[in-house]
C-alpha cells in the first residue's frame, strides 16, 4: 500500500521560517496531485497548497507571498518552505496525494492523507 510520512513541523518564533516534507512511500506508477491542508483547533481543515487546474498552484489567500509548494518528483516529495510564519499559522499540517499505484495484482487510483505535522508559531 501506499505511506505518506511528513516531517519538519515543530516550534518557531513569529517571522521565523521552517519547511515542511511529505514522501510517498509503496509501488508507486505516478503521482498526480500533491498539495498540503492545515486544521487548526476548533476549524475546519483548510487548503493551504495544491495543484488547480491548468497548472495553476492554488493558495490560501492567508499565506500567498509567504508559503511556496514545490515537488521532488524523483524522490516522491513534495515540500512546504514558509516563510514569515504568524501565530495564526499554528495548525497541524496535512499532506494529501492523488497517486496510481500497485495494489495486489493491479494499479489503482486512490487519494491518500498523511498522519499530520504540528506547526507551532510562538514567542
Known amino acids: 500500500q501506499v505511506q505518506l510520512v511528513e516531517s519538519g513541523g515543530g516550534l518557531v518564533q513569529p517571522g521565523g521560517s521552517l519547511r515542511l516534507s511529505c514522501t510517498a512511500s509503496?509501488?508507486?506508477?505516478?503521482?498526480?496531485?500533491m498539495g498540503w491542508y492545515r486544521q487548526a483547533p476548533g476549524k475546519q481543515r483548510e487548503l493551504v497548497a495544491a495543484p488547480g487546474s491548468g497548472g495553476n498552484t492554488n493558495y490560501a489567500d492567508s499565506v500567498k507571498g509567504r508559503f511556496t509548494i514545490y515537488r521532488d518528483n524523483a524522490k516522491n516529495t513534495v515540500y512546504l518552505q514558509m516563510n514569515s510564519l504568524k501565530p495564526e499559522d499554528t495548525a497541524v499540517y496535512y499532506c494529501n496525494a492523488d497517486i496510481t499505484h500497485l495494489s495486489g495484482s493491479r494499479f489503482i487510483r486512490n487519494d491518500y492523507w498523511g498522519q499530520g505535522t504540528q506547526v507551532t508559531v510562538s514567542s
Open positions: 509503496g509501488i508507486i506508477l505516478g503521482i498526480n496531485a
